[in-house]
């Protein structure tokens, strides 16, 4: 069964970059699966930010896709988040799951506050 | 993008209650619609996907109907550890979207 770690600084700095690792363990990235993104402002609902795949295939959430890169790192088992010029409202738990359209295991999510 | 309504915005049961709780979208999705559950300090857990299949390891009590704008998952008895928000999920239009959620309090 597959595991998802996320890690990164849980502060950025307003007009900065956010930038997050999501660790794969139990299973390889390279499988049939797609990668995602996904985030919680704290007391509020999910959101979509972006996918991947091993091949380096992404989509993109259009309301941030100016400011998102996603990118996968086959060597270690992992894939990555940047999301740049950061605001407070930015400021979410952050997920990484595996599936495309449905996301059937999560990480345990991260906190990451945007704030001076 | 397509929006998810939810509701209600809570739903306060007693244990054993059956509930049922909806989600209407702003089009149709087919049959496109996912449930997760979700309780405080936890991830989202997938309950339903193709609006009425469970996923993997969930209990006979939950149960997923509807198709095109309007959708249900229904918990057929309530158990304690039912109680948590419930958010709904559309994957046939990109960027997938979900519902606001619902929260199913304890009476």
């Known amino acids: 069964q597959e595991q998802l770690q996320e890690s990164g600084p849980g502060l950025v700095t307003p007009s900065g970059t956010l930038s997050l690792t999501c660790a794969v363990s139990?299973?390889?990235?390279?499988?049939?699966?797609?990668w995602t993104w996904v985030r919680q402002p704290p007391g509020k609902g999910l959101e979509w930010i972006g996918e991947?795949?091993?091949?380096?295939?992404?989509n993109y959430n259009p309301s941030l896709e100016s400011r998102l890169t996603i990118s996968v790192d086959k060597s270690k088992n992992q894939f990555s988040l940047k999301l740049r010029s950061v605001t407070a409202a930015d400021t979410a738990v952050y997920y990484c799951?595996?599936?495309?359209?449905?996301?059937?295991?999560w990480g345990q999510g991260t906190l990451v506050t945007v704030s001076s | 993008e397509i929006v998810l309504t939810q509701s209600p915005a809570t739903l306060s049961l007693s244990p054993g209650e059956r509930a049922t709780l909806s989600c209407r979208a702003s089009q149709s999705v087919s049959s496109y619609l996912a449930w997760y559950q979700q309780k405080p300090g936890q991830t989202p857990r997938l309950l339903i996907y193709?609006?009425?299949n469970r996923a993997t390891g969930i209990p006979a009590r939950f149960s997923g109907s509807g198709s095109g704008t309007d959708f249900a998952l229904t918990i057929s008895s309530l158990e304690p550890e039912d109680f948590a928000v419930y958010y709904c999920?559309?994957?046939?239009?990109?960027?997938?979207?979900f519902g606001q959620g619902t929260k199913v309090e304890i009476k």
């Open positions: 139990g299973g390889s990235i390279s499988s049939s699966h797609w």
């Open positions: 991947i795949y091993h091949s380096g295939s992404t």
């Open positions: 193709d609006a009425s």
């Open positions: 999920q559309q994957r046939y239009n990109w960027p997938p979207t």
């Open positions: 799951a595996r599936g495309r359209g449905w996301f059937d295991f």
